[in-house]
């Protein structure tokens, strides 16, 4: 008789998750974004969204909040309650690279977290605008290596895969380089496009359209391999940068203790999302690989690429207060 009531207890709990999941979603669900309108992540967000938003039931809409590369929407989605109310959609750097880049970080992804989904993983591209002058990949890279070439490049923030990939460059040519932190992509380009920058490192997605209109000109890749629809563009590896290779990925993560149905659900609604034909039509377009993980499978992603962060910000000796 002294296990009744704790089984009685457990019961209940039971059946009060079940009908909370049989309920869920009945409101609108919070998607907080760490970075500006119109970059990376929001147009990758904005791509999803209807369909999204329609296998839920309930509208999915974004909350932008910008600035210290994600670090501002992880406390923020991370405070909220975990009732599948709340997700963040973030990158390798809110979640991977900030626990080593900032000094003194008290918000440790991975534990305050649980993996959804993997949305994406794919290279990123080097560009130029169209008045610089350098025509080629290796063109730059010789120019970066002499004395005084006072080279800057732009990234997303702080902690960016775009600022990686900077730093990685100017890492393996061993000379220094500028780094101009954004709150997003979007107004890193506006720079670069306006000639205040000297390159950057950024997502395909974003550049196409700048590129398309003969605005910016695209160097190489960051990835080990030439993409298909891109045959004559080199990799920053073949263009002189031996065994370079940075790629970005994005991900939707939910507060910890969210219960694990809704986050099955949550998962199964997004993967399902970019299984529709319409929707991989649109990431096609953007040059944008898709992945759809189960959270068992981002989680090990996850941790591998935190592995990966913290030696690329030890090797390159990155450090922000």
């Known amino acids: 008789m002294k296990y009744t009531k704790p089984l009685i207890l457990g019961v209940t709990a039971t059946l009060l998750a079940t009908a909370a999941l049989a309920e869920w979603p009945d409101k609108p669900i919070r998607m907080v974004i760490g970075f500006a309108p119109g970059g990376a992540s929001d147009i990758a967000f904005k791509n999803v969204q209807r369909e999204l938003s329609q296998k839920l039931g309930q509208p999915v809409v974004p909350d932008y909040k910008p600035g210290a590369n994600g670090n501002i929407a992880n406390q923020a989605a991370a405070s909220a309650p975990a009732d599948g ?100 992509s979007n107004p890193a380009l506006q720079d670069l496009l306006a000639g205040r920058l000297t390159f950057m490192i950024d997502s395909r997605s974003t550049t196409a359209p700048f590129i398309h209109d003969g605005m910016l000109r695209a160097l190489a890749l ?57 929707v991989r039509e649109r990431f096609d377009r953007l040059y944008t690989p898709l992945v759809g993980s189960t959270p068992e499978e981002f989680g090990k992603f996850w941790s591998q690429e935190r592995t990966a962060s913290k030696e690329i910000v030890q090797k390159a000796k990155l450090e922000m207060d």
Not at 126 to 145: C, D, F, N
């Open 85 to 184: 109310y709340t997700m963040l959609w973030a990158n390798v750097g809110p979640l991977a690279v900030n626990t080593y880049l900032y000094k003194g970080v008290k918000l440790i992804p991975e534990k305050v977290f649980a993996p959804v989904t993997q949305i994406t993983d794919s290279p990123l591209i080097l560009v130029v605008p169209k008045t610089s002058p350098y025509q080629t990949a290796r063109e730059l890279i010789e120019a970066a290596k002499k004395p005084n070439s006072n080279m800057t490049y732009g990234s997303a923030g702080h902690g960016s895969s775009m600022h990686i990939a900077g730093a990685s460059l100017a890492m393996a040519l061993g000379t220094p380089m500028t780094h101009v932190p954004y709150k997003g």
């Open 222 to 278: 960051s990835s080990d391999q030439r993409a298909k629809d891109l045959p004559d563009l080199p990799t920053v590896a073949e263009a002189g940068v031996p065994g370079f290779k940075v790629t970005t990925w994005q991900a939707v993560v939910v507060p910890k203790d969210t219960p694990k149905p809704i986050v099955d659900k949550l998962s199964q609604a997004l993967r399902e999302t970019l299984q529709m034909p319409e």
